[in-house]
Structure formats: structure tokens, C-alpha cells
């Protein structure tokens, strides 16, 4: 199917099939059945907090924030078997955002509800995990900013604020190949898309993509790193990922997904199409 929008046409390459926001960095995700977006903007809550490692030489300051690399926070690529035993559940209120975190093995809630709009909540949370991790953290947030993975958009125009993207095909390209099922889940996608062929994601470098009405533009591919090591939804089941994807896949290297942002606002919703130019 083609859309016209303005001048410009789009053809209709696939669906989406889930949509995923992560609240705090490293931690599992929540199923959202539609998000709402603006431009140059994420997901509306995704990766707000991240617990920073008091210890690192790098600053931070909530006023001015800057893209910092993940070695410096407590996630799944510094930690992820810690991270893999825990899973939480978030839910927004009148100005405030609420946590709940759970023992994903026997399914006990370990903490009381925090009250992540806090200072006092998110230190609680930092003081957990601080404990565990045997490591000094300090939970932060900033307006504005997203925790993310990637620097592309920050070198682009000082803004942190991505959407991750992974096609259902390449996952189950890469099932196929490592004898193992995986889900692309495990890769922490805010947006899963079902329909284009394997690997072509990496054609839409450079190019806007329609998803339902939100236009998009695609910026870079992601580098995996052991962050994925660990499949959070059975913290058993852990593959050295990159370096498979390097042996079965070297003509791709370590990459799978691609990262975009927000160029044209709107409601995504699943099922919406997914079109390229």
C-alpha cells in the first residue's frame, strides 16, 4: 500500500507488533498496548532514571545533562546478572511515577512502592541496588533526557533522546543460526516490527520511515554489547551474543537494530503500518 504524504510517497513494508518503554536504564521493560510522541522526543518514560555510579570521575548535573556511556551506571552491560534476578512494574499517577520491584524467581515484592517523583524515593532505590552491586550508586533523572545507549543522536544535535528499533525477521534469523530461540525482547526495543525481510533495517539508514502517522528518521545501527548476554526473561539463558553475531554474521558484525528519532509526532499504536520511502 502507498501513502502519500505532502509530496513524498511511502510504501507499506510491515506492522508493528510490540512496543516497549524501560522506565529505569538496564531494567526490564513494559508492554504498552500505544505511545503517544513528539518530535525529537522518546518514549514518554523511557529510560528517565539510571543508577550512576557514585564513584566515576564523570558528573553529573540533572540542569545541563550530557550523554554518558553505560560502563558508568549500573545496567545490564555493567552488571547483568544482577539486574536479570529483578523485575518492576511502573505506574504514573498526578505527578508522580510509582515502582514496585519484585524477585523475578520466586515473584516477592522486595522493596515498598517508591515513589520514583522523589528525591527521597530515588535514593531508596539507589541505597538497594548500592547494596547489592557492593557498589555506591545515586539514582538520577533529568528533563528532557533519556539514559540511552547510543551517542548518535547526541553527536548529531546534543539531544540523547532515541527510539530502538528491531526487526522480528533478523531475531529469528539469528534463532535459526545460534540453535537457541530468542525473542526480540532480549534486545530491548522500544518498537518491534514484523514484515520487512532480514537485515534490511540497515537500508533505512539515513531515511524516514512512517510508523502509523509518526514520521521517524533512521540515524544509526546498534552495536550489541554483553548487556545482552543475559536473557531477562530467564536469567539462565546466557549467550556471548556479540561474538556470535560477529562468527555466523561477519558480514553485519556486532549490530542488530537500529536506532531513529522522532521527526513528526503522533499516536503509534500496534498494528500500525510500517512504511519507507
Not at 52 to 60: E, G, I, P, Q, R
Not at 71 to 84: M, V
Not at 254 to 271: D, R
Request: overall charge neutral; hydrophobic content about 35%.
Amino acid at each position: 500500500m502507498n501513502f502519500f504524504i505532502g509530496v513524498v510517497s511511502y510504501l507499506s513494508i510491515g506492522k508493528i507488533e510490540s512496543l516497549f518503554q524501560y522506565p529505569i536504564k538496564g531494567f526490564g521493560g513494559e508492554a504498552l498496548p500505544l505511545v503517544k510522541l513528539k518530535p525529537s522526543a522518546t518514549f514518554p518514560n523511557d529510560r528517565q532514571f539510571a543508577l550512576l555510579k557514585k564513584n566515576d570521575v564523570t558528573t553529573f548535573d540533572p540542569e545541563n545533562p550530557v550523554w554518558l556511556h553505560k560502563a558508568n551506571f549500573l545496567c545490564t552491560f555493567t552488571n547483568p546478572e544482577l539486574l536479570s534476578t529483578y523485575e518492576i512494574s511502573v505506574f504514573k499517577g498526578n505527578e508522580r511515577l510509582d515502582l514496585d520491584l519484585f524477585d523475578r524467581a520466586s515473584g516477592e515484592q522486595v522493596l515498598p512502592t517508591i515513589n520514583m517523583s522523589t528525591e527521597c524515593g530515588r535514593q531508596s532505590f539507589a541505597s538497594f541496588f548500592s547494596e547489592k552491586a557492593n557498589t555506591p550508586l545515586t539514582c538520577v533523572t533529568a528533563k528532557n533526557h533519556q539514559f540511552g545507549n547510543t551517542s548518535s543522536s547526541w553527536k548529531r544535535k546534543k539531544d540523547t533522546r532515541t527510539v530502538h528499533i528491531v526487526n522480528k525477521a533478523t531475531v529469528e534469523e539469528l534463532s535459526e543460526a545460534f540453535g537457541v530461540r530468542l525473542y526480540a525482547s532480549r534486545f530491548r526495543p522500544n518498537i518491534v516490527v514484523d514484515g520487512p525481510p532480514a537485515w534490511s533495517e540497515w537500508d533505512w539508514i539515513d531515511k524516514e520511515i512512517l510508523l502509523g502517522s509518526v514520521k521517524m528518521k533512521v540515524i544509526s545501527k546498534t552495536v550489541r554489547c554483553d548487556g545482552i548476554s543475559v536473557d531477562p526473561l530467564d536469567h539462565k539463558n546466557v549467550l556471548d551474543i556479540p561474538n556470535l553475531l560477529v562468527k555466523h554474521f561477519p558480514q553485519h558484525g556486532p549490530y542488530l537494530g537500529v536506532y531513529a528519532t522522532v521527526e513528526e509526532g503522533g499516536t503509534i499504536k500496534l498494528e500500525d503500518d510500517l512504511s519507507i520511502t
